[in-house]
Every structure is written in C-alpha cells, then in structure tokens.
C-alpha cells in the first residue's frame, strides 16, 4: 500500500505466468522492493541496499529438496557480495542466531515492549491429567470451554490452535487391534471426514473409509485422536452463536485461499479460527483477545533435538496472536505436562531462562550451534540393500574422518516412504576440513545411475523423519 507498483512478490502459488511477469518488471527495474518466501533471496536485484528475512527461525527457510541451501546463508553472501546489512528478525530467535549474536558475529538489537506499548497476554497451563481426574474427557478443559463461551458473548475473536489436520489421527479395530496404515508408507493413515477418506500426510494416498476392518473383516471400527476437522465440529455442535474457519493445508488448498479466509475472519465473518502451526505467526486482529493451544504436547515429543526450541517458539508465536489491539489478552495451553521447563518459559514470556536452559542441553549432548550438523540419508527399494550400504558407509566415514562423531546407521522416524526404505546417520563435526572432499566421494559413487540405493547428504537439518 505504502509503496503502491515499486512492489514484486514472489511465491509458489503464483503461476509460471505470473512469475514470469514478475521477474520482468524486476529485471527491467519497474520495482525497487522484492517480497516473498525463501526463493526471493534468488530475486535478480542488481543492487541491493538491504536484505531482511523476518521470522529468520521459520524452518521453512532450509530448502529440503535439491537444490538444498539455508536462506540466511545465501542472503549473507548476497549482502556480503552487495555490502549491504542483513536483518534477521525474530520474536524468537533460533539458538544458533542468537549465540552469534552474543558472541558480536551478529549485531544484537533488542525490541523489549510491543511497538504499541500493549502488555503482552497472561498466559495459563492447563493440566489435562486433572481435568481427567475431575471425569472430563473432552477435547477441551472445563475453564477453556468457559472461556471461549465468554469471549463469543463478548463479541470478541478466539484463535484456537492444533497442529494436527484432518479429523481423526488413526483408525483403530476394536475387535482385532489392526490399526489402518498406508500401503506406501510406515505411517497410519488420517480419516478425513468432509469427503469420508483415509489420506496419507505423506505421500498423498487416498482412499475411501473401509465399511468393515480390512484384516478381520469387523464392523467395530473406532476414530482415535483428534485434528482441525474434529474441532471445528466440536465448536459448531457445543457453543452457542459460534461461526467457525478452519485454516489448515486442506481449506485453503484453491488458490488465494488463504487471503478469502483471513479477509472473512477480519471482517468478523466469524468469531473462531482453529488452525495449524500456519496460524502461529504474522496474523494481526484486533478484536482477538483469546488464543488456545489444545495440545501442546504434541511438538514437545517429537524424537529430534529441536523438538524444545519449536515448541518454545510455536507457542510464543501463536499466544503472540492475542491482545494486539487495546483488550487484554489472554491464552491457555492445555498439556499434560505443565512442569516442563520449556511450558514454563513460555508462560513466562521467558526466552532468556529458555535460551540458557536449552544451550546447556545442547553442549553436553554436542548439538548445534556447539557442532556442526550433517544428516546422511541412506535410500533404497529394497530393505537388504539399504542395511548393507548403510554399514559400508558407516565403516568409510569412521576411517576418513577419525574425529567426527558418526550416529548410526538407524531407520528414520518413518522409516519406510513412498515405497522406498530409508536409514540416516549423523555426524556431529567442529572442524570441517576434508569433510566436503570425503562427502563428495562417497555420494559421486553411490549417486551413480544403476545404483542399488541413492544417498543424499544434508548440512545443518533441519528435519530428521
């Protein structure tokens, strides 16, 4: 609005004509501002005064798939390359950014209040084994309830989040035990009820619910688990003038999807919107003045050394979403586990007693930013072949690099996807002298056309299922 044309965007939803048009009017200098996700950092600028990457803790910004990079590494060569200032902007900043910073690699600037002088929200713990104790069993606690009762009678808008989609997380049969999986993946398959399908979140397979159990043939097939579908349900069927948005990866699939919901919640089309972690940050309503996370366990328990720090910066994300206009705002995050030190910063709006904690964590289990991260994926069709090569590489990286810790070889979290067999070591290194020249080798040998299994090395990942 400020800059009215001088702005391009770049972003996968656009069509090839779009980008296309897009990166014309930068090449011919129509533009001087490029907004976008971390493909942006690419945009061709020829002279560039300034690069910022907001929410620079936002996994999304390491590229998974090839070509992998790290986007604040490619804009530091890009500002070096331009001598011009990186902003790396952050309400929670990633462990590794904000060490570099107290080290002085990094400028540190520190923003202590809202830019509007608001509080930021109290915030309240839920423990979920008392209100099981007190007989509820519901998805929501009995003070959750109450409140998000109050703030519909109120007027006011409620953020509800849950970083699960779909309806129910698994099927299970009461009369075998036999839990419903994909085919294609070691994974169970989401009920999605709005069109009665099982779906991989994984490799995209469908299909429709079963009438009877596929292994005993029973009928006493039962939902277990809930996700966004589940709760937008609940919240129509248990709460008086509620007009709910469900805001997940499967509403807002059709493109500008995402802009028609967020436009009908801040016209106050409706008083809930219950979401996935898409709904953590950079949403800004005036009138939300409740947040609540109705399981926040569920990122805490995820095998991966990172499973703290997300969990730390996802909810003080999202509970940042409550209170930005003249109300009070308030959040509850239900848990079964409210002693737990990262819940207890988070209550806190604590990020230093979480950052210190953390990094002592860190040191003694040798993680980043103490070493240097490097995932070595083993990927095969057959299982024989991917054990096998897996312990050939394990022996050749423990004889070319005596000083660097090797992990495994151990099946991946989800250890088969899309039909292939997957197994991963780490190696934690601090000095990364030869390391490339080794990596290089064995990834040219086992890379070749006709091999059995195809291997991919990963520098600092950021995922490890």
Excluded: W
């Amino acid at each position: 609005h400020r800059f009215k044309n001088q702005v391009a965007i770049l972003h996968s939803k656009l069509s090839p004509g779009e980008r296309y048009d897009e990166y014309r009017r930068i090449l011919n200098k129509d533009v001087k501002i490029v907004v976008g996700a971390r493909s942006a950092v690419f945009a061709p600028l020829e002279k560039i005064g300034l690069i910022i990457l907001d929410e620079e803790h936002d996994a999304s910004y390491k590229q998974e798939t090839k070509p992998r990079y790290q986007t604040i590494q490619i804009a530091r060569i890009r500002g070096q390359y331009h001598n011009c200032p990186v902003v790396l902007g952050s309400a929670t900043p990633s462990l590794e950014s904000y060490s570099r910073a107290l080290k002085g690699i990094y400028d540190l600037y520190e923003l202590n209040n809202r830019i509007n002088k608001f509080p930021l929200p109290k915030i309240e713990l839920i423990d979920m084994a008392d209100e099981i104790r007190h007989k509820n069993y519901s998805i929501f606690s009995t003070a959750m309830k109450a409140k998000i009762q109050d703030c519909i009678d109120k007027d006011e808008q409620i953020i509800l989040f849950l970083n699960k989609r779909g309806y129910a997380t698994y099927v299970r049969c009461l009369d075998c035990g036999e839990v419903i999986k994909c085919p294609h993946c070691d994974v169970t398959l989401t009920y999605h009820k709005h069109d009665n399908k099982l779906r991989c979140h994984y490799c995209e397979y469908q299909r429709d619910m079963f009438i009877s159990c596929p292994n005993c043939n029973g009928h006493n097939l039962k939902f277990v688990g809930s996700g966004t579908q589940k709760i937008e349900e609940y919240l129509q069927n248990n709460f008086i003038n509620s007009r709910v948005i469900r805001y997940d990866v499967d509403s807002t699939r059709k493109k500008q999807g995402h802009h028609q919901l967020l436009k009908q919640f801040e016209n106050q089309e409706a008083n809930i919107l219950i979401g996935t972690q898409m709904i953590a940050k950079g949403l800004d309503f005036e009138n939300v003045t409740f947040v609540g996370v109705i399981n926040a366990d569920l990122s805490l328990n995820i095998p991966d050394f990172r499973a703290n720090e997300r969990t730390f910066q996802l909810l003080e994300q999202v509970s940042g979403r409550s209170g930005r206009g003249k109300k009070q705002g308030t959040v509850m995050i239900q848990t079964y586990n409210p002693d737990h030190f990262v819940l207890q910063c988070v209550k806190n709006h604590d990020y230093q007693s979480f950052y210190q904690k953390e990094m002592e964590m860190r040191k003694l289990a040798k993680y980043p930013p103490y070493c240097y991260l490097i995932s070595i994926l083993v990927q095969g069709k057959k299982e024989d072949d991917v054990t096998f090569c897996s312990q050939q590489i394990k022996e050749y990286l423990v004889k070319q690099l005596p000083k660097a810790i090797v992990l495994g070889p151990a099946n991946c979290t989800i250890y088969k996807m899309n039909d292939i067999y997957r197994k991963r070591m780490t190696l934690k290194i601090t000095n990364t002298t030869h390391v490339y020249e080794v990596l290089h080798a064995m990834s040219d040998y086992y890379n070749k056309k006709g091999r059995k299994v195809n291997v991919i090395c990963d520098f600092n990942p950021y995922t490890t299922i």
